[in-house]
């Protein structure tokens, strides 16, 4: 067993960009209040000491302005990393990710390539508002060119973003602003994780969870609650929504022939639909009830916290679902 | 498939008077065909050829399906619809429908296409092909009698249990609305003793005439459904049916006549009973319970009742509590007429004696409304040869 120790997912991520920012001098971070202010959930605090004014680059609050900075600088050679503060914002990022980031490599016959990352946060509860509490992270999904990662664990987003700085290709990292005081082990020696692995987070046989980012928290403690009434719950996070470990949940929903699916994204047309269809294409014939998805309703985020609470999924509505789902209901 | 009554959704193809290439006329008898209530003779609508059936004995057709054509002589029958044969099923194949969890609860499953009948997972489904099992012998587990996997594995490891026999539509409807009334209807019973002297009396007055003008013997029976036809006049409360929100009172009083058959019980209904003389009522009565036994009666025979009367006094049976056949709001059945010790001006006393037990729906009459409607029908009997006499 290699060393470990706990850090928080925040201290993951910053301690990923740190290592990153040593070993390849081509890696820099732009975006709004990095440097001194360490961003608003002080994820990058210290990084600007380290590293200088130059490679953690405060910008004006201009998010189509200094991603495309980054698209360029990328093209260019070098391997931005953009922090989108509040992942809403994305909305202004779009031509340029959507239609340069993701185009550019096919466009030039692979001569040029943008190896950069984009992360950005998602996740409702902190009582932020419609505006700031989005879970966006589909839009990407959506388009060829695009790498969508979404790490639900300390370990996961430290190997996961060390990947997807030395990926070659745009990556959009999101990462749930509730989780960033989430606390996990963490080695102390050097790893990264693959893309398209997914990871069982917890081993079952009677329903399969499949959960991205903190949903995937969620649905631990829903496997939990689904314990007392002698429901076992594997829980599988895919880490990656592209590319998409589909061997391992169409495996695990033939073992056992019962798919809830989890995320905290808008559920009609979202990543749900997409993990959920998958599932039924690949294990039909060893399902025993219709994929049931949880995602947020399909309302704006509301600032009232009952209110918001009863729009995304909870430990209380998976394991209820679950439950629903086992005990026979088509 | 013809609808042979109001809310008939499917029919039963019972027999084919007619074969194929035949040459009928209209009004000719064509085929008998079973709906819940009874068998019914269907007559040809049109002179001509019969041609083109598609619909055999035994099959259940949904009312409006094409089951054959009537052509003309040479004429062949139209090409094949889209409607037609694949709604149909043959209840020869699924004997096993007759397990209580596949029954369908209304007579609406029964119209159902292949798409409907139990659910099943698509892993039971498969595992059932792998396995040989017929799910149609299996008992769902799940809501509904959803059928999984396990209990299509379980179906595969079980000993082959012989099915029960598949009920008729008689039986099957017995079951399904006494079952229904008896969950879903409030019942409350009265019961009362009475001294059938008068009601004796006037049938020995009565009879002999009727006998001799019209034929038919009068039973106690007929007295007591032309009686108690005569008291609902004045008790539209108990003639009434619970319509979901509201009381819905019946303009008519049609007497349903309980009438053994072979493999259940029916109500037969003698319309307009309070209006109708004595003679009337034993004449028809008899025409429906000689239909009954012979399986023949008509569906309209069997619909329309507004109060039930059920005598069980021909089995020796003192007294009993019958259950409500909705929309009927109450049924009254009749114990037998027997000889008891009871008290007459402070002595012992022997008098013919009859124990009646009325059940009504309490969400449309409560017990005084029907106690006072018990005692003014126990009054009516009490004094039978006045409230008859002019018959």
Known sequence: MPETRELTLGEAVREALAEEMRRDSRVFICGEDIAEAGTVFK??????????????????????????????????????????????????????????????????????????????????????????????????????????????????????????????????????????????????????????????????????????????????????????????????????????????????????????????????????????????????????????????????????????DATVPTEKSVFEAAKALCSGGL | MPALEMAQESGKIVSWLKKEGDVISKGEPLLEVETDKAVVEVEASADGVLAGVKSHEGDVVPVGVTIAWIVAAGEQPPAESATAAPAARKTTEQPASAAPANVPTSGQAETAGPADGPRISPKARRL???????????????????????????????????????????????????????????????????????????????????????????????????????????????????????????????????????????????PNADAASLADIALQRRDLSERARSGRLKPADVTGGTFTITNLGMYNVDAFNAIIAPPQAAILAVGRIADRVVPLNGQPGVRPMMTLTLSSDHRVVDGAQAAIFLNDLAEAIRAAGEWLGEN
């Open chain 1, 43 to 308: 994820v990058l605090t210290g990084l600007v000491d380290e590293f200088g004014k130059e490679r953690v680059l405060d910008t004006p609050i201009s998010e189509a302005g200094f991603t495309g900075i980054a698209v360029g600088a990328a093209m260019t050679g070098m391997r931005p990393v953009v922090d989108i503060m509040f992942g809403d914002f994305v909305t202004l990022t779009m031509d340029q990710m959507v239609n340069q980031a993701a185009k550019v490599h096919y466009m030039s016959g692979g001569k040029w390539k943008v190896p950069m990352v984009m992360r950005a946060t998602l996740g409702a509860t902190r009582r932020s508002a419609a505006q700031h509490s989005q879970s966006l992270h589909a839009w990407f999904c959506h388009v060829p060119g695009l790498k969508v990662v979404l790490p639900s664990t300390p370990y996961d987003a430290k190997g996961l973003l060390k990947t997807a700085i030395r990926d070659d290709n745009p990556v959009v990292f999101f990462e749930d602003k509730m989780m960033y005081r989430l606390k996990g082990p963490v080695p102390v020696e050097e790893y990264t994780i693959p893309f398209g692995v997914a990871d069982i987070k917890r081993a079952g046989s009677d329903i399969t969870i499949v959960a991205t980012s903190s949903m995937v928290q969620v649905a631990l403690g829903a496997a939990k609650l689904l314990e007392e009434f002698d429901i076992s719950a594997e829980v599988i996070d895919p880490r990656t929504v592209w590319p998409l470990d589909e061997k391992t949940l169409i495996g695990s929903a033939k073992k056992t022939s019962r798919v809830m699916v989890v995320d905290e994204g808008y559920e009609r047309y979202g990543v749900t639909a997409e993990i959920a269809s998958v599932i039924a294409e690949g294990a039909f014939y060893d399902l025993e009830a219709p994929v049931k998805r949880i995602g947020a309703m399909h309302v704006p985020i509301p600032f009232s916290p009952p209110l918001e």
């Open chain 2, 128 to 270: 059932a092909k792998e396995r040989g099992v017929d799910i149609s012998r299996i008992r769902g587990s799940g809501p509904d009698g959803t059928i999984s996997s396990e209990d299509v594995l379980a179906a595969a490891k079980a000993p082959a249990v012989s099915a029960p026999a598949a009920l008729s539509s008689v039986a099957r409807l017995m079951a399904e609305r006494t079952t229904q009334s008896w969950t879903e209807v409030p019942h409350f019973f009265l019961v009362r003793d009475i001294d059938a002297g008068a009601l004796l009396q006037s049938r020995e007055q009565l009879a002999p005439a009727i006998e001799r003008d019209r034929g038919v013997k009068v039973t106690h029976t007929d007295l007591l459904v032309a009686l108690t036809a005569r008291v609902l006049k004045k008790h539209p409360k108990m003639n009434a049916s619970w319509a979901g929100n509201g009381i819905r009172l019946n303009p008519n009083v049609n007497m349903s006549v309980a009438m053994a058959v072979t493999d259940g019980v029916v109500g037969a209904v003698i």
